[in-house]
């Protein structure tokens, strides 16, 4: 029996990853002449032949010279392909590359040739350790660095010829402009988390992962095409010293600058150069090869500014489908100076001058451009360039401030919609319950709890005037009561009763609207008592604000709403909330109890068909909030039991096939497909304090109303 090796196959799999992403630069130097391939157009690029020959010297240098007893393919050409790695001795100055007509063209290819020969010799050798590991993968991707550079570089040199020669019959892409989103994304800001995580691949300055404060920003969907410049163009763009930066608008005089780089008037209008020759100036098209000065001035004109790279990446990992462009198309530039992150460390050895001595007089971009080989952009990636440098594929994407009152809003709206488009994606469709709560969907609920059918608040109000009086004086003096998801606070009230002597009161609610309705109606009722509203999901809340409260915190979650979770969000929600609460604190948990099936269906399905409307104005909510196209009367409302998983569903069952729109999606639905839009599970004693174990809590009480019963469960820290 012939059983395949798993150290062959990474064997063969490195060999196969490196033939590939070595075949690529000679494949872009196909039909270009050796002349293509020898000149140097200006300081800054570098022929194609030096470009060939130093990725095949980086290997060279970085890992196969570490072999004992190797000898170099020539050690003249050590120094001519040295970049600029002061430790591995001389070199060729950058503007003198196009000076060495020797070696010639088919001697560099054969150099190629060996040093790839050599690197498959030696990968097949096996057994890298962790640092010749991360070299061999740092030399590909410094490889498809050199092939962007490669066709930034010939389009440069073809720019300088008046014949305008097409390097290639088409540009060399892969996909073609994505189609423009229109309108700008918002974020709340706050502390969010960039740069590289670990794990994969990553160049040394993109970390390490570190947090960061951002403020309210919106971010453009699209980046700025060639129409928007061309009206920056004629209204004065390049002639107004009042839009530029100092050194820009010098630069501007310098240099004559009247529109970006390759562009030419003639009297048909608007051209530019591109890597099939020169073409018509296209006003879709995203505008390419400007300088950040150039980008910064647009910015103004326009009324906006550049993004930070922070607002970039945070934007980029949260909302990546709200935007059109993020890569492959152009690199976008930020706002941000290229410096090392907090905690930043160059690699350790010869590759430690790879970026890190760069840190200065430049500016970050970030995305990817057109030229940009597959698999070599990520999210965390840190372009850099200097601000005057205008012959990179670069371009912008504008940002602003948010206003501060759109902040809660914008970004609970952002979140709706990410969150809803992944549920209807899933098999089967389904959301989160949470999003039933906008001011209508929580005076709707308010409206359930007063229906004849649906018992839980009226045996949960009940039980707790009973334990309250009993429980409140655990709570000691100068307590904070912290409610996660407060709703209209009703049953507050008879928790604050009982505990006249607590400090604080912090209701939680995603609800901006019902949140502060609610805990304006707790301050006119307890003038004494310092209410703190929290807007935000009380799943992920990961710090209470400042609180005067000096003594205990005690967490309050009536209304059975933990049944609304499943088990695996049940356990991590309590364990989230004893970490905000602290190690002395308590937690009164409400529960709802297993009981007859037609109890518990009526409960959810009432004879007035509020539930059903509850149920249905989620779909009223997207279609308000995220301009969706739900058909509301075509959803029917279903209530089930399911006995097996010992909860209530709640679905939206589409009573005929349609599509339905939501942000850029358009998604499907069968007739009788539903939407699984709740849970909510019942408990016995058993699971009640098998789930506070789970989560490191002790059940110090337990007490159970009447019939049809609910349970209030005292838990410890």
Excluded at 520 to 545: H, K, M, N
Aim: a negative charge; aromatic letters at 10%.
């Amino acid at each position: 029996m012939n059983v395949h090796s798993p150290v062959r196959s990474a064997l063969e799999d490195d060999v196969a990853l490196y033939r590939r992403v070595r075949a690529a630069m000679p494949e872009l130097a196909a039909g270009l002449s050796a002349e293509d391939l020898a000149a140097q157009s200006m300081p800054d690029c570098s022929p194609g032949k030096w470009h060939l020959a130093h990725s095949s010297w980086f290997f060279e240098a970085m890992i196969l010279s570490r072999e004992p007893d190797y000898r170099p393919v020539d050690p003249r050409w050590q120094v001519l392909f040295n970049s600029y790695y002061e430790a591995l001795g001389e070199r060729v100055e950058r503007p003198e590359r196009g000076l060495m007509t020797r070696p010639s063209l088919e001697e560099v290819l054969d150099y190629r040739r060996e040093i790839d020969r050599r690197m498959i010799r030696w990968l097949g050798q096996g057994g890298m350790d962790a640092r010749t590991r991360y070299l061999f993968t740092l030399g590909l991707h410094h490889d498809q660095q050199h092939q962007e550079l490669f066709l930034m570089d010939l389009l440069h040199l073809m720019s300088r010829s008046p014949l305008d020669p097409a390097a290639y019959e088409s540009e060399p892409r892969r996909a073609a402009v994505a189609e423009p989103r229109g309108g700008e994304t918002r974020f709340d800001g706050g502390r969010v988390e960039i740069g590289h995580e670990g794990g994969a691949f990553a160049f040394d300055n993109e970390g390490p992962a570190h947090r960061v404060w951002l403020e309210p920003f919106a971010l453009s969907n699209d980046l700025v095409t060639n129409g928007d410049w061309l009206g920056f163009i004629a209204d004065g763009g390049y002639a107004r010293p009042e839009l530029w930066l100092s050194d820009g608008w010098a630069t501007v005089k310098a240099e004559g600058w009247d529109a970006p780089l390759y562009w030419r008037r003639d009297g048909e209008g608007w051209t530019t150069m591109t890597l099939a020759g020169r073409r018509p100036v296209d006003p879709a098209a995203p505008v390419r090869h400007v300088s950040l000065y150039e980008a910064d001035a647009y910015a103004r004109w326009a009324g906006k500014r550049l993004p930070t790279e922070a607002e970039w990446e945070h934007a980029a990992r949260t909302r990546p489908e709200a935007f059109s462009n993020l890569f492959g198309e152009a690199w976008q530039w930020t706002a941000s100076a290229y410096a090392p992150y907090p905690g930043f460390r160059p690699t350790e050895g010869t590759a430690s001058e790879y970026n890190g001595k760069f840190m200065v007089n430049q500016a970050v971009l970030r995305g990817s451009s057109f030229a940009t080989p597959e698999g070599h952009g990520r999210v965390s990636y840190r372009n850099f360039f200097h601000p005057h440098q205008r012959w990179a594929f670069a371009g912008l994407r504008l940002a602003s401030d948010a206003p501060e009152e759109a902040r809660a809003d914008a970004d609970e709206s952002e979140t709706f919609r990410a969150d809803l488009i992944a549920g209807l994606s899933a098999s089967p469709k389904r959301t989160s319950p949470k999003w039933f709560y906008d001011a209508a969907g929580s005076d709707l609920f308010e409206a359930i709890t007063r229906l004849p059918e649906y018992y839980p608040t009226r045996q949960e109000a009940a039980l707790l005037r009973q334990t309250a009086p009993e429980w409140a004086p655990l709570f000691g003096p100068g307590a904070t009561m912290v409610e996660f998801g407060s709703g209209a606070s009703e049953k507050t009230r008879i928790v604050l009763d009982a505990a006249p002597d607590l400090a604080a009161y912090v209701p939680i609610d995603i609800s901006p609207d019902a949140l502060e309705a609610a805990a304006e109606r707790i301050r006119v009722a307890y003038p004494e008592l310092e209410v703190t509203p929290v807007v935000g999901d009380f799943l992920s809340l990961e710090t209470l604000p400042p609180i005067p409260g000096e003594g205990r915190r005690v967490g309050f979650f009536p209304g059975s709403t933990i049944g609304n979770l499943t088990p695996e969000e049940a356990v991590g929600f309590l364990k989230g909330a004893r970490r905000l609460l602290g190690d002395d604190a308590l937690f009164v948990l409400g529960v709802d109890l297993v009981k007859d099936p037609a109890v518990l269906v009526a409960a959810y399905d009432d004879a007035q068909g509020v539930t059903a409307a509850f149920n249905r104005n989620l779909l009223v909510r997207a279609n308000r909030e995220l301009g969706a196209d739900f058909d509301v009367d075509a959803f029917a409302h279903r209530a089930v039991w399911d006995a097996v998983a010992s909860r209530m569903e709640m679905h939206l069952e589409a009573t005929r096939p349609m599509v339905v729109t939501v942000g850029d999606r358009r998604i499907a639905f069968a007739r009788g497909e539903t939407i699984h839009t709740e849970n909510s599970r019942k408990f016995t004693e058993a699971m009640v304090r098998d789930l506070a174990a789970a989560a490191g809590w002790t059940v110090a009480a337990f007490r159970e109303g009447p019939a049809p019963a609910v349970a209030l469960a005292l838990l410890e820290a």
